[in-house]
């Protein structure tokens, strides 16, 4: 059965319409989670991303796999229902990343460089975390973001 366009309604009329008009791609309607702005506040600097939410299990479980590319202010900002000592790993990822282990808080307790592709290594910080940001290989540096910085999020401590 084919869907016509008068088949829709207006609010899904005008939701089309915004994504059309504001030119950007619609990553989230492919990863199936929704799109969130996460601020990151160094010693220098604040930096936004345009993050893709992971906070279920399935989509903690997919994170960017089979992604070819990421753009500069993109990213996945996984969210968990608890603190701990959360462990990644690269397998199914096409991509180098840098993970930033994010505290209850908002501040980064661990910073991993360059996650290389494929990798089946364990990623995990040595303190807990409640989330955790993933972001371009090599950009945390570029950006100087390092430990004891701060990440702001509704999802830490109602950031």
Not at 2 to 16: E, F, G, Q, Y
Not at 45 to 68: K, P
Not at 75 to 92: A, E, N, Q, V
Request: proline share 5%; charged share 15%.
């Amino acid at each position: 059965m084919a869907l016509r366009l008068n088949d829709l309604s207006l609010p899904v009329w005008l939701l089309l319409s915004a994504l059309l008009l504001c030119g950007k791609p619609v990553v989230a309607a492919a990863a199936g989670g929704s799109i969130d702005k996460v601020t990151v506040i160094t010693a220098q600097a604040r930096h936004q991303f345009q993050v893709e939410l992971a906070a279920t299990a399935a989509a903690r479980s997919r994170g960017l796999m089979q992604r070819s590319t990421l753009a500069n202010d993109a990213g996945m900002l996984f969210i968990f229902p608890y603190s701990g000592r959360h462990g990644f790993w690269m397998k199914d990822t096409l991509i180098p990343l840098d993970m930033l282990f994010v505290a209850g808080d908002g501040r980064i307790v661990y910073v991993h460089h360059n996650a290389q592709p494929h990798s089946l290594t364990p990623i995990a910080p040595s303190t807990n975390a409640r989330a955790v940001l993933e972001i371009n290989g090599g950009l945390s540096r570029r950006l100087g973001i390092a430990v004891g910085d701060q990440v702001l999020h509704p999802s830490l401590n109602g950031r």
